[in-house]
């Protein structure tokens, strides 16, 4: 468990400031390569899904920055190498059949989870222990929406929808 007063930079676990870089990478990865493929995709149903990606990536990605500048935790709160890799990856792959673009998804976001689900561990108890937990079930709801829309389940994007709808916990 981490111990955190707001607005106070203090050491923190190298796991953890390693975690922490993960979800600035992927907050950073995830909300170009979303908006970009948004705006190159084919079909218009495929260009919705992810400009409502987009949008959880870059809410996300505003309240890891928020975090990180209340925490005083010093981790780097841009990542410009991912956002460059998610600009450049993005228009090629809307090429690929969708079940596959899914399916490249499903595989990045599970390689993230996991690190999520530690971060949220190592904040249980801690007036940020709301936060990671929403970015737990960012994760989470990306890959609902992915396993919905490959089995052909209506409302596919209702998780994301949801999370959206959701208030970010607050910083306390």
């Known amino acids: ?12 676990d190298g796991s953890v400031r390693r975690g922490l870089a993960k979800l600035v990478e992927s907050e950073e990865l995830g909300e170009s390569f979303a908006l970009t493929a948004a705006s190159h995709a084919r079909e218009e149903r495929q260009a919705s899904a992810w400009a409502s990606i987009h949008a959880l990536e870059a809410q996300t990605n505003e309240e890891t920055r928020k975090f990180l500048q209340h925490s005083g935790i010093e981790v780097n709160s841009s990542n410009r190498v991912a956002a460059k890799v998610g600009r450049i990856a993005a228009p090629p792959s809307v090429y690929w059949p969708w079940n596959v673009q899914l399916r490249s998804l499903r595989l990045a976001t599970r390689r993230y989870l996991p ?43 209702d998780a994301i929808a949801r999370l959206l709808d959701r208030s970010v916990p607050e910083l306390r």
Do not use: W
């Open 115 to 157: 690190v999520f689900q530690r971060l949220s561990e190592d904040f249980r108890g801690t007036p940020y222990q709301d936060f990671f937990e929403y970015v737990v079930d960012h994760e989470v709801a990306i890959i609902q929406f992915i396993e919905r829309e490959l089995d052909g389940k209506p409302s596919p994007l």
């Open 1 to 12: 468990m981490v111990t955190v007063e707001a607005r106070n930079s203090y050491p923190v």
